[in-house]
């Protein structure tokens, strides 16, 4: 994830790491608006006014950019999730939920990527740095859900929500949760605060948590 | 999406409505365990038995069949939809709810097809069988939306669930259900009715329907 300076020796615009995290904006949006799959990354190239070579530098692919993409956003669900997890259920659950709709509208787009093309993480890919940044996604959803089913468990234990199965409870939590994403726009007529305070006392319901 | 008789002139085996159905059925287990981008439609002419050519015949292009399959999971679910949707709300609803987890193993592989794959719909395409195949999918997702958000608000105005912005509920709603799909397999540790009893009182209180 680091920045090469061998390339930015006539540049005289961004750092290398700059261009990095300039065409994992634009690779965001392209892949949130035009879909992953409809996104070419030639486009993507031409929007950071970069040569399919020049490109290459930075990522191997479209496929590597989407890994490292949610990569980031991943990791940055799970540092808030471990932020917001402090003390007894009771608590902690109620803010890990509202705590996970704070997010920029830069985050949002990039929540969006992540829940409309986490399926692909599944699928091992031949080329090795899309191999490492696919293997690495998928390690971090499968803690970033560890943390959410160890939670609830605890609930569970604690007997402040009715025990269930907590696989099952996991994924209808993260599941609902995940959708918002689907249709979820920064430009649109609800803001995150209004979406928050229709869908937080709803994932508490779905847990059995008492109002 | 009738079959076309010339094709079948020496084949001893498949009508071509048939055949047809092979090719959705087989490209639909594709879709759902390859993954719909990684899915080679020459794979599928393969598996059955088809050049490039024939199948063509059937089937414009990979995405023609992605939006046909499409079409007859929605198509599917809005008949089931309706089948349940009768008289009050309080019992209505519920029954609506329990009658979308009522899917054969073929129906559930479907719907995680079109669950992955329903962003897709969004983006027009240059070629004509795709876009009309996309447009009838697109306006059936819509009228499937609908049911469902006359029936929250109709459940609204009885006085039986609470107000609630009934666009967002349906989201939620749908939002939730849908998720199943991504993970449930038929060949899994649970069945559809231990799922089912496990998330049909969970969406009754994302609504807030009391117990």
Redesign the interface.
Known sequence: MSGRGEDGRTAPRLSPRNKRAEIVAVATEYFGE?????TRWADVATAVGLGPTALYHYFESKQQCLFEILVEGVEDALAEFLRHNQGEFAEAFPAVVRGSFERSDREARRARVLV?EQ??V??PRPAPREENARVLAFSLIKKYEAGWRDLLAAGMSAGVIPT??PD?LT??V???Y???W??YRPEGR?GLDE?AD??VP?LL??AGLPE
């Open positions: 035009t879909g992953y799959e409809d409309a399926g692909l599944r699928h269930a199965d099952l994924r209808a993260i599941g609902t995940n959708s918002v689907a249709w609800l979406v229709f869908y709803r319901a779905i």
